[in-house]
């Protein structure tokens, strides 16, 4: 979930932020290499880490859902807008700021 919760936080930036129709980016410090392509829905994120060989993808729509799969394989789902969030192992969140509440 904290992998899923900081490409949230990844692709948040890059929506703010225009990108060529498909870029790529790499931060040294974490090993951490990101593909970023725009579609029609949206924005997809793959991204991989070359120290540690572990992968994860999301795709992030304009309506504000997401989903994807985490470095460990799980899938999850969920809506900026609303909150809400959900992975295949049952974790799940919903509600935002002092509200937001997970398990």
Do not use: E, K, P
């Not at 992998?3 to 790529?24: D, F, I, K, M, P």
């Not at 992968?55 to 859902?65: I, L, P």
């Not at 609303?82 to 049952?90: D, E, K, L, P």
């Not at 974790?91 to 509440?101: F, H, L, S, V």
């Amino acid at each position: 979930m904290i992998r899923a919760v900081a490409l949230s936080a990844v692709l948040g930036c890059l929506a703010g932020t225009a990108l060529a129709q498909s870029s790529y980016h790499y931060d040294y410090r974490s090993g951490n290499s990101y593909s970023v392509q725009r579609n029609s829905g949206g924005t997809h994120v793959y991204g991989n880490n070359l120290n540690t060989g572990s992968s994860w993808n999301v795709q992030q729509n304009h309506d504000g859902s997401y989903n994807g799969f985490d470095s460990s394989g799980n899938s999850f789902s969920g809506n900026h807008n609303t909150g809400s969030y959900m992975n295949s192992n049952g974790r799940g969140c919903i509600g935002t700021g002092y509200a937001r509440t997970c398990w």
